[in-house]
């Protein structure tokens, strides 16, 4: 079984996010997903309006994945791919070059993000309809 494994905070979901698990899913037979803790994210500097638990329920809905796992540091990810018995690391391609040391442990792809959409995007054209 090939293993991959994506990493990321997934806050309200969006087409971006299922195109980036849809073509990971692609690279193995089995998708795992470490979800940033809400203290990770504050790590990160980022507030997601859902929580942990509720990210990690909406992730383990969506048909390409098979396994979530929270993301508590910056330095778990050797770990991980060791542990999990990882191939494949797929993020996409804002983080091009940053996560090349995992070379030694598997294969790692840089995916092109989906254009035109972000959670940060989204909080910003609800809050403009919101105030007109
Ligand atoms: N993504 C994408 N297209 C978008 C938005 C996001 O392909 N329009 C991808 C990102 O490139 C990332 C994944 O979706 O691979 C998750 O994005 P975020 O939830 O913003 O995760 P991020 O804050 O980048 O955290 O250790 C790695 C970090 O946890 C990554």
């Given at each position: ?121 989204i909080k910003e054209d609800l809050n403009k309809t919101q105030?007109?």
């Open positions: 079984m090939k293993k991959v494994i994506t990493y990321g905070t997934f806050d309200l979901l969006h087409t971006g996010h299922i195109n980036i698990l849809r073509r990971a899913k692609e690279y193995g037979d089995y998708l795992i997903v470490a979800i940033s803790t809400d203290e990770f994210n504050a790590i990160k500097g980022k507030k997601a309006y859902y929580s942990y638990e509720q990210r990690k329920a909406i992730l383990e809905a969506v048909r390409y994945v098979d396994e979530v796992i929270p993301e508590c540091s910056w330095d778990q990810k050797i770990d991980d791919v060791k542990n999990y018995d990882v191939d494949v690391f797929v993020m996409g391609d804002d983080w091009r070059g940053k996560f090349d040391f995992l070379k030694e442990y598997c294969e790692v792809v840089y995916l092109p993000r989906t254009v035109g959409i972000s959670t940060t995007k105030n007109g």
